[in-house]
């Protein structure tokens, strides 16, 4: 059984546990949700349970690998997903664009024919579809995918 089933077979919060192992909160939330823990924390664990030791790290090592691959299927998809959104959102953003700066150019022609005051929400909002182009194309790359692993190592 996993550490987040034992603490919750025995009825105890996650404070509860921290406090009976002598280990951080963040450790067990670490722990629980797949990261693999040192043998002192294990050492800790399986003192608290009542179990042995061997019996924690042989459970780590399959929840490890069935929680690694989980979680890089479920992040594929999550960022697929998130891709399509972003897709919907520019071809509905540039379409919109179109209706309504064409109808604001008639208004415009009606209203004041004398001063095209339309193409400042024209090149407003064109400038935001171009930006908004340039973050889901990676045209230049800014913020790509090297830039989001330093940021997560910094973190």
């Not at 594929?76 to 998130?82: G, K, N, P, Y």
Request: charged letters at 20%; hydrophobic letters at 40%.
């Amino acid at each position: 059984m996993t550490i987040k089933t034992l603490r919750q077979e025995k009825g105890w919060s996650q404070e509860h546990l921290a406090q009976a192992s002598g280990l951080s909160l963040r450790t067990i939330q670490r722990i629980e949700r797949g990261h693999k823990a040192s043998l002192e924390s294990l050492n800790c664990l399986s003192a608290v349970f009542e179990t042995k030791i061997t019996n924690l790290i042989q459970e780590q090592k399959m929840d490890t690998i069935d929680t690694k691959d989980q979680f890089m299927k479920n992040h594929d998809e999550q960022e697929a997903l998130e891709y399509v959104k972003n897709l919907k959102g520019f071809h509905m953003n540039w379409i919109s664009y179109i209706f309504v700066i064409a109808g604001l150019y008639f208004l415009n022609l009606q209203v004041s024919p004398g001063n095209l005051w339309v193409i400042y929400p024209a090149l407003g909002w064109g400038f935001g579809i171009l930006m908004h182009a340039v973050s889901l194309f990676g045209i230049f790359q800014l913020f790509g995918p090297k830039w989001e692993q330093r940021q997560f190592k910094n973190a």
